[in-house]
């Protein structure tokens, strides 16, 4: 019954429920329902939820309901030959699954093709099942599966099934194909229960390819002999397009699901290109040519050549353009010239090389041939003139044009010129520039002659078209060039002509304007057809913003643009208050006019002028007329003020008054203003109403003026408006009220009454009501309260909106007997509350007085309350309930009478207590476990006059009802309380309590009982059949102590329990014979939970393994396995801890701590059993086969009655699972072995094996798959793997290739591995070696050694011959011999050296030559030569044997007689041009030389190396010298010969500067000296001589030395 209880809902993981979501009632006589709405149910939303009901008294009431969330996806309806099948599960309990083939569970020993599997752990409420399929495991041709999942989540299970089909692709395509030629051929091929009820059909990125394609062909058929299978082909008989690049897909369709499909695909990359055989120019005068190339990678190169030229043509600025793009596949390159011309048409090629290397040439001709239009195209036209030319470009004069309407050459439209609309004139071809022009010109010109032209020009090749779209319009702003505006408002039209619909803008100057301003509007409509009218409306403008050009612009999509403009000025004038507003009426009301007329304008005006009614005012006629004006210049505008002041203004003055500003161009600006005169006073101007005793009252005010008002009205303080009743208008004044009815404080403020007038126009006056009233309350809820002595009251008075001050009154005396209550900010009332103790002679009547003025109504008033009559009553009990003594399980009564001085009149109220508190209304009472102790009923018996009896009746007392008892009757705030009754019981008043206990502890039961006397007490289980006693019970009492109640306690200890003393235990209590017993309590054992551990824990070397114990943690009540809950209803977990311990090798049991040992956290299941994983690791040989085990110790947990204790684990062995061995069958591995890898691994089960180099498998590009891997379990949890390859490429260069073998154990428990090297070897053998050069037939022969792992082939010459001789020639790349070695597959040197034919040498030259600079104009040896330096003599002197001149005494071989001159060959020359002499010795050999060095020996010079051809011996011309030649006659007085013969064959120059002195300085010095003993003269003359001489023989001279060279002219040298 306690109506002040709260209701609070929890979720599972705690939070509290959203407030939006839980709906709770109002409390009704003894109920309340709470609600909690959970929506948008998500997987984590299952669990507890809680509603715990919290009572005022701190009691709680909790009670808890599971929900279970789960949700299953659906199998598709049916699967094509899948690999996996697959349900995702989510929600709140871990779920199991059943798969179920056609009907039967399935059974791995048969269901072969199948494989379940779960793909993760039960995590975030979800888990995924898996059931793998093998289809080869399916036989081709079966009907379909019925597979079926039955997922199992709680008490709850849902399935779902599927179709599964053995329908698939039997010949797939390969991922990737390219094509590049036609006719190009794929196929595909599938199979499914009959090959009749399915058709395969071939697409191109989705695009049906049938028999209606020009470019390929399909063939769909039944396979023969097979009743399964469809075979289908696509063939591609063109590929001039990049039609088939993309993705080619082979898809079977079985009619019974259409919807469903088997397919294949090929991403088809179609290799082509393709141009036009013939491009043209356009009407830009641009020539164009476009190649187009198809291939998903773009080529390496594409070059453009024209015909008659090699190079490739580069882009230029200005002048040639080449582009290209690509769009996917398709690859567009494009050469353009900018301007074309005649010159650069041709064969052009377009050289494609792709990415593969290979190249493809296109060729188009492009021409110049145009046709184009002047001016260009669009030709807008604005002005009605129509002319426009055609101009055609080529070689050839073209014979005829043809003029047409529209945009095609069409018969039905040609132009015929003369008609009267049209006049065409063609003009002669041009020549020079290869073009023509036709003109044609259109007459009476209208919108409707807007469209497109075509001209056509014939010719013998090819007839070029151009086609201009002509569009005609008209744009034109209505009205003249400066518009005034004069009401403040901008009104402008543009007027349109044009078949095209354009798009309008206006603009003020540069600024466009929108209608989203709400002061502008633009709008348009269509008159007639081709005609549209756009209008531009602007409100509130005014001369500073917005006067100036306004323009209207049209715009089309075509680009063409029209516009018109127009300048506006703006003048507005207003009559204005003294706020700026604008004003339409003026109410005088105090005898003065004042008035304010504004104009904003372009200038100042010349005049201003007031009129009243039409009649211009005099200002100078009357000192009570009084106008001024002033003026405010702007940015951009003038603001002019004109102000009057009329001055005893009567009603006479009334009327329309106008403000005139006068402009010399007669666009003046005028306002207008109507002034009224008028008056309203208030009846009176504060109005007080007592608001407690009146409810109604009348306000009124009058109105004075000439003209009626035809309405009143008044605004109440919240500022909303009333009608009021108008009186009459008797020509001078009218009254107007308003009658108040319901008249509450609400009321109270100003109220303005308000006239209105016949002009609307409205005048008021305000008046001030104030409407207060006292309101008195009392704690008794009466104003005629009937209290006891001792009671207390309170009173309380309030006056809504405040007053000044509350006076209190009892029997009309002013009362202060009382205590002022404290009160919180009452805000704007006034409020005074009194409290008092009710006395003897409180009896009388109570109210208050309040009194209300301020500064506005200084008038007090004052105004009471209601009375309150105050009644005295006695308060004590006739008869009080009386104490007793029961047995526990009786019934027993109390009764108690109180006087009942109300009757039926005043409601009453009865209530029990026990022990101080109150029990329920319906005589029931929880302890605070919320459980039942006391099972009472009420009665009431009111029959007698002025008394009433209530009675409690207790059924079934229990020992916890003994206590105290006591009623207690109300009426209202009076309340008469009985006196005491005690309630002694004989009972157990506590039984053994619901005990869990661990393994091997001992336990103790106790009961305790209440009573007179002491109890005998004895324990009994009732498990065990007998209901015997059980033990020996100590009991023990405290009747010793005197007191009224006998305590009894009694104890029986169980020793050591275990399994088989779990059960359950009550006591039974006896006084006198008769007995009692307790409830039973369930006793729980915690032990080691064995059949969950595992005897091993297995890990992989280098991961952790994992060992688990498991142990009961969840304290339960009873042997169902219900938990035990505390005081607060929560479940009771026993608080833990666990220590790991390892087996050292003593076999001493040491902590499992640190380095190698993690012991995880304990995890408590929701069935109460406590895990706790170790983790031992990272795994190596030294934990293998370690023993470990765990101690449970639990902590005493005396509130819940548990007393803790230790258990202790059987011993678990950690076992590593690992990659022991991984072996290669060979130590030299030559490329193309086969060769085995073995792994071996131990592990709990099979681990999966994978052999892999890199990624997940064997590098493809150096091996080749053999089979494997092969696994056999060897031994107990040992496992061997074999895996067998061929290589295909060596792996020495890396210094070989790691090789892996994988273990996996599982996702949970990782993997391990070990690598193993592959070094393979080059083969020798595969490497072939050829000689560098010609092979002029030479042998190679080899030599294998396998140890050093080499290969040495060595090349031989032919056999050498009379005529012939063979060398070896080796170079840094090739050699005799050359040798291969396995660690690089390569010979070295690269290559064997050729062997050439050695050169026979017959005979040899030598040359020398002088230059001889401008040191001598002499020609020696050449044309001009004389005397001894002739061609005749000097060869003479070369071809003669003798000691000084010539070469016998030079050259080796001469003097040796090894060889003979040749005197044919010998011979010398002159270079006029250098002044250089070439002289030429040949000689013969003896014999046949083989040695370039021996023929440069034969040669060699010899006897100082030099060739003189001056001081011969002989004589060789018999021409008289004159002695001043003779100098120049011997040829050492021309230079002393210096000279380099250089017998090489290489023809190198070098050029030589030095100078040549002809004697040494001493010889001369000494001439000089001997010449000085003549005389002085002499001497000195001869001294000068010497030194010109000395400065005469100082010469530059160049040598330049070749040798074996040819002849060479003098500009060579």
Same mark, same amino acid.
């Given at each position: 019954?306690?109506?002040? +209880? ?70 598709? &309806? ?83 099934? $599927? ?13 990737? $194909? ?20 399915? &058709? ?61 499909? @088997? ?22 005068? =641009? ?46 390159? $494009? ?110 010109? /209208? ?18 078209? @151009? ?17 005034? /505006? ?308 309170? +009173? ?27 009160? =919180? ?51 004590? &009990? ?45 005589? =029931? ?25 209530? #009675? ?40 053994? /309590? ?119 943690? +969840?304290?339960?009540?009873? &042997? ?16 833990? #801890? ?370 003189? +051809? ?9 021409? =008289? ?93």
């Amino acid at each position: 019954d306690d109506a002040s +209880l709260s209701v609070a809902w929890s979720k599972p993981n705690g939070d509290a429920a959203d407030s939006g979501d839980v709906t709770t009632s109002a409390y009704d006589t003894d109920s309340v329902v709470s609600t909690y709405a959970v929506t948008d149910i998500t997987k984590s939303d299952g669990g507890d939820y809680t509603c715990t009901i919290s009572f005022a008294n701190g009691a709680d009431i909790v009670r808890t309901s599971y929900v279970a969330v789960s949700y299953l996806t659906d199998l598709d &309806a049916q699967y094509y030959s899948p690999t996996a099948l697959s349900v995702l599960f989510e929600g709140t309990d871990e779920p199991t699954v059943v798969w179920s083939i056609d009907g039967t569970e399935y059974d791995s020993a048969t269901d072969t093709a199948y494989t379940p599997s779960i793909s993760s752990a039960w995590e975030d409420n979800s888990l995924t099942f898996q059931l793998a399929v093998d289809m080869s495991e399916i036989a081709e041709g079966s009907a379909a599966k019925t597979i079926l999942a039955t997922v199992t989540s709680g008490d709850y299970s849902y399935t779902t099934t $599927t179709q599964l089909y053995k329908r698939e692709i039997t010949v797939s395509l390969d991922a990737e $194909t390219t094509m590049t030629e036609a006719p190009f051929e794929l196929s595909c091929a599938a199979t499914g229960e009959d090959n009749t009820a399915f &058709a395969i059909s071939w697409y191109i990125d989705d695009v049906l390819i049938d028999d209606s394609s020009e470019t390929a062909t399909v063939t769909d058929a039944a396979v023969d002999g097979n009743s399964y299978q469809r075979e289908a082909s696509l063939t591609i008989t063109s590929n001039t397009s990049p039609l088939y690049n993309g993705i080619i897909k082979c898809e079977a369709v079985w009619t019974d699901l259409p919807d469903l499909s @088997a397919s294949t695909s090929t991403d088809l990359n179609a290799v082509g290109a393709s141009m036009d055989e013939y491009s043209f120019s356009n009407s830009d005068d =641009e020539g164009i040519m476009t190649c187009i190339v198809w291939d998903n990678d773009a080529p390496s190169s594409v070059t453009w050549t024209k015909e008659g030229s090699d190079d490739a043509i580069e882009a230029a600025d200005g002048s040639i353009e080449i582009a290209s793009s690509s769009d996917d596949a398709t690859h567009t390159y $494009t050469l353009k010239y900018v301007e074309m011309t005649f010159g650069k048409q041709g064969t052009y090629t377009c050289s494609v090389e792709y990415h593969d290397g290979t190249t493809a040439d296109l060729t188009t001709y492009l021409q110049l041939l145009s046709a184009k239009f002047s001016p260009s195209n669009p030709y807008f036209v604005h002005d009605g003139a129509v002319t426009f030319s055609c101009i055609y470009s080529g070689m050839n004069d073209p014979s005829a044009v043809t003029w047409y309407t529209g945009a095609s050459a069409d018969d039905s439209n040609v132009i015929t010129s003369g008609d009267g609309k049209y006049t065409i004139e063609t003009g002669d071809f041009q020549t020079s520039t290869s073009t023509k022009t036709s003109v044609i010109s259109l007459a009476s010109v /209208s919108v409707d002659d807007s469209g497109n032209y075509t001209c056509k020009w014939t010719t013998d090749d090819f007839s070029p078209m @151009a086609t201009l779209e002509l569009n005609i319009r008209y744009l034109e702003m209505d009205g003249d060039a400066t518009v005034y /505006s004069l009401d403040g408002s901008i009104s402008l039209t543009c007027d349109y002509n044009g078949i095209d619909e354009g798009t309008i803008a206006w603009y003020y100057g540069t600024t466009q304007l929108s209608d989203d301003d709400s002061a502008v509007t633009i709008a348009s409509t269509t008159p007639d057809t081709n005609e549209k009218q756009y209008t531009l409306v602007i409100t509130d403008v005014n001369p500073e913003d917005n006067a100036g050009s306004y323009s209207c612009v049209l715009t089309f999509d075509d680009t063409d643009e029209m516009t018109d403009s127009a300048d506006i000025v703006i003048r507005t004038a207003t009559v204005i208050d003294t706020s700026g507003s604008e004003l339409s009426d003026i109410i005088v009301s105090d005898g003065e006019l004042s008035a304010k007329c504004k104009l904003e304008a372009d200038a100042v005006p010349s005049d201003v002028k007031w009129y009243q009614d039409g009649t211009e005012i005099d200002f100078d006629s009357s000192d009570d007329l009084i106008m001024n004006t002033n003026t405010q210049q702007l940015d951009n505008s003038y603001q002019y003020f004109s102000n009057i002041t009329i001055k005893n203004f009567e009603s006479s003055g009334e009327g329309a008054y106008t403000c005139e500003f006068v402009y010399a161009d007669g666009n003046d600006a005028t306002a207008d203003v109507n002034v009224i005169y008028a008056q309203v006073e208030p009846a009176d101007d504060c109005v007080f109403v007592d608001s407690l005793t009146e409810t109604s009252t009348t306000l009124s005010c009058t109105y004075s003026g000439t003209s009626a008002a035809t309405a009143v009205t008044f605004t109440l303080p919240d500022a909303s408006t009333v009608d009021g009743t108008l009186g009459s208008h008797d020509g001078t004044s009218q009254d107007g009220e308003y009658t108040f009815s319901d008249l509450t404080s609400e009321d109270d403020g100003s109220y303005t009454c308000t006239f209105t007038l016949s002009g609307e126009q409205t005048v008021s006056a305000v008046t001030r009501l104030t409407a207060r009233s006292a309101a008195i309350t009392t704690s008794a809820d009466s104003l005629s309260p009937e209290l006891i002595v001792r009671a207390s009251i309170t +009173l309380t008075c309030t006056v809504a909106d405040g007053a000044k001050s509350i006076t209190w009154y009892k029997d009309d005396a002013e009362f202060t007997d009382y205590t002022e209550v404290d009160r =919180e900010d009452d805000g704007d009332d006034l409020v005074s509350e009194i409290y008092f103790t009710i006395a003897d002679d409180s009896a009388g009547t109570y109210k208050c007085t309040a009194a209300q003025y301020d500064d506005y109504c200084p008038t007090s008033q004052s105004f009471d309350s209601d009375d309150v009559t105050l009644t005295i009553i006695a308060a004590e &009990a006739i008869t009080n309930p009386a104490d007793a003594t029961v047995l526990e399980g009786v019934d027993h009564t109390f009764s108690c009478v109180f006087p009942d001085p109300f009757g039926d009149s005043v409601s009453r109220e009865i209530v029990w207590s026990f022990n101080g508190e109150t029990m329920l209304s319906n005589g =029931e009472y929880y302890n605070d476990d919320e459980e039942l102790v006391i099972d009472g009923t009420f009665s009431t018996d009111d029959s007698a006059a002025s008394t009433l009896t209530t #009675s409690l009746t207790i059924s079934g007392v229990t020992s916890e009802a003994a206590g105290t008892y006591m009623c207690t009757i109300k009426w209202g705030t009076i309340f008469i309380r009985s006196d005491e009754a005690t309630l002694t019981v004989r009972g157990i008043t506590t039984g053994p /309590s619901v005990t869990n206990a661990v393994d091997g502890q001992d336990v103790v039961l106790t009961c305790i009982t209440s009573g007179d006397t002491a109890a005998e007490i004895t324990f009994h289980q009732t498990d065990d059949g007998s209901d015997s006693a059980v033990g020996s019970v100590s009991t023990s009492d405290d009747s010793a102590d005197g007191n009224s109640v006998v305590i009894t306690t009694g104890e029986v200890t169980l020793s050591a329990v275990d399994s088989s003393s779990a059960g359950s235990y009550y006591c039974k209590a006896t006084w006198s014979g008769d007995s009692v017993m307790s409830d039973g309590a369930y006793l729980t054992i915690l032990k080691m939970e064995t059949d969950s551990m595992d005897t091993m824990g297995w890990g992989v070397k280098g991961n952790l393994a994992s060992v688990k114990c498991v142990f009961g943690a +969840l304290l339960l009540k009873n &042997a169902e396995g219900d938990a035990y809950e505390d005081a607060s209803g929560e479940e009771v977990y026993a608080e833990t #801890s666990v220590n790991w311990q390892y087996q050292d090798d003593n076999g001493d049991w040491q902590d499992a701590s640190g380095d190698g040992y993690d012991v995880q956290t304990t995890q408590i299941s929701t069935s109460g059993l406590g895990t706790s994983p170790l983790k031992v690791g990272p795994l190596s040989d030294d934990y293998n086969g370690l023993n470990v085990r765990c101690q449970i110790t639990y902590s005493a947990d005396t509130d819940n009655n548990f007393g803790g204790g230790v258990i202790t684990s059987d011993s678990m062995t950690v076992m590593m699972a690992s990659v022991t061995s991984f072996t290669v069958n060979s130590d030299t591995i030559i490329t193309g072995d086969t060769i085995t890898l073995t792994c071996v691994a131990t592990g709990d089960s099979e681990p999966d094996f994978t052999f892999y180099t890199m990624g997940d498998e064997f590098d493809s590009s150096k091996y080749t798959y053999v089979s494997g891997p092969t696994v056999t379990e060897t031994d107990d949890n040992t496992f061997q793997a074999l895996y067998v390859t061929t290589t295909t490429q060596a792996t020495i260069p890396t210094s070989g290739q790691p090789a892996y073998c994988q273990a996996d154990y599982g996702a949970a428990s990782g993997t391990d591995e070990m690598s193993q090297t592959i070094i393979s070897y080059y083969n020798c053998e595969d490497t072939e070696i050829t000689v560098l050069g010609e092979d002029p037939g030479v042998t190679i022969s080899y030599t294998d050694d396998d140890e050093a792992g080499t290969r040495t082939a060595t090349v031989s010459c032919p056999a050498n011959t009379t005529d012939t001789r063979y060398s070896i020639t080796d170079s840094d790349s090739a050699a005799e011999s050359a040798t291969c070695d396995r660690t690089t597959g390569s010979y070295s040197p690269s290559f064997l050296a050729t062997c050439s034919e050695v050169t026979k040498f017959t005979g040899h030259y030598i040359q020398q030559k002088w230059s001889f600079g401008a040191y001598t104009d002499r020609v020696l040896c050449g044309d001009g030569a004389y005397g001894e330096y002739t061609v005749d003599v000097m060869k003479t002197k070369l071809t003669t044997e003798e000691d000084t001149c010539g070469p016998y005494t030079k050259i080796y071989c001469l003097t040796q007689g090894t060889c003979t001159l040749n005197e044919d060959d010998t011979e010398c020359s002159w270079i006029s041009s250098t002044s250089q002499l070439v002289v030429t010795v040949w000689v013969d050999f003896n014999e046949v030389l083989w040695d370039r060095n021996d023929r440069n020996d034969m040669v060699a010079k010899t006897n100082g190396g030099n060739v003189f +051809l001056w001081n011969c011996d002989n004589t060789y011309s018999d021409e =008289e010298r004159r002695r001043k030649r003779a100098l120049q006659d011997d040829f050492s007085s021309l230079l002393n010969p210096v000279s380099s013969w250089n017998e090489t064959e290489t023809y190198d120059e070098i050029d030589v500067e030095m100078t040549v002195v002809e004697d040494d300085r001493s010889n001369i010095l000494s001439t000089i000296t001997i010449l000085m003993t003549a005389g002085a003269v002499l001497s000195m003359t001869v001294l000068v001589a010497a030194v010109l001489l000395i400065r005469k023989k100082r010469r530059s001279v160049t040598l330049l030395d070749v040798s074996d060279s040819e002849s060479e002219t003098s500009e060579q040298c």
